[in-house]
């Protein structure tokens, strides 16, 4: 298994913008899809964002389309979620997760994935 760690969480006022950041302790990371889910109490996992190991697919939930933005870079074993105009309904636990190979251009459940970070809590203000 490959082992995750996010940060850059926090809080955050209506409108703002907070970037978050998940490492991977795997060396060998060609083939790893990346993404991120979050939680909110009472509520499933949901999957907010995935992108393919070379960046080449992005798929993002309606829920964030526009607003939120997957990167990564590979030489540090690292995948980024920019969210932007943030509102309160983003408010949860953000989690990132990976899979090696197959799919990552449709919302995937958390079954899918076998790796999982501790997550980091980001809250929005209204």
């Known amino acids: 298994q490959v082992q995750l760690m996010e940060s850059g969480g926090g809080l955050v006022q209506a409108g703002g913008s907070l970037s978050l950041s998940c490492q991977a302790s795997?060396?060998?990371?060609?083939?790893?899809?990346m993404a991120w889910f979050r939680q909110t109490p009472g509520k499933e996992r949901e999957v907010v964002s995935c992108?393919?190991?070379?960046?080449?697919?992005?798929w993002y939930s309606d829920l964030v389309k526009g607003r939120f933005t997957i990167s990564r870079d590979n030489d540090k074993r690292t995948v980024f979620l920019q969210m932007n105009s943030l509102k309160a309904e983003d408010t949860g636990m953000y989690y990132c997760?990976?899979?090696?190979?197959?799919?990552?251009?449709?919302?995937?459940?958390?079954?899918?994935?076998?790796?999982w970070g501790q997550g980091t809590q980001v809250t929005v203000s209204s």
């Open positions: 795997k060396e060998d990371f060609d083939g790893y899809h």
């Open positions: 992108i393919n190991w070379i960046s080449t697919i992005t």
């Open positions: 997760a990976t899979r090696h190979l197959g799919y990552c251009h449709v919302p995937l459940p958390v079954r899918e994935f076998p790796s």
